[in-house]
């Protein structure tokens, strides 16, 4: 049975004028077909939360055998030290070199049973995310959907490379999600 939990909430504070003054994303531990995966790892701030996450879930970092990281910014990726067993996973056109790392490309990936790898630009053009079959089908969508307002409003994220591509990939979230975990916040359910 595939199971889904919460590590951290994150949170994406911006000031007056729309300039963000702190970004942490939301992290996610899945469990399917055997493995144990990690999503975004957030930020070296939100570390002691993914620890009790950890600690109240009943698995090690050390058991986490595969981090996907959403995209190559710095509030999705601040923890992956905490993952030295792990394959980490990222897609085509991902700007970092990072350990053990496996380079997806294309449009759909399978990961594991029931997890696809899914391209979801916008955003940035090496976006992907997470989308898993359990008892509803999840999005674990990074910032292709930063915040719930995005998805209701149809609203591309402030900070992206391509507003078309970004709508689209929104709209490919929208068709398939019953609940979406956005990059910052709490997850929601569509009205699917």
Known sequence: MTQLDIL??????????????????TSVLIRAGGHIIVVDPS???MRPSLKTSFR???VLPKDVDMVVLTHDHDDH???LDMFQNASV???EGFGRQ????????GEDFQLCKGVRLVHTPGHCDCHMSVFVDADRHY???GDAIPLEDNFRRRVPPALNTDRDAALESIKKIGAYADVVIPGHGFPFMTDR
């Open 139 to 141: 999005v674990v969508a």
């Open 98 to 105: 990072v350990p053990r790392m496996t380079v997806v490309k």
């Open 56 to 58: 109240q879930i009943g």
């Open 43 to 45: 930020t070296e701030y």
């Open 8 to 25: 951290a909430v994150g949170n994406l504070l911006r000031d007056e004028e729309g300039n963000i003054l702190k970004a942490d994303s």
């Open 77 to 79: 990726i601040g923890n």
């Open 89 to 91: 996973y990222v897609h």
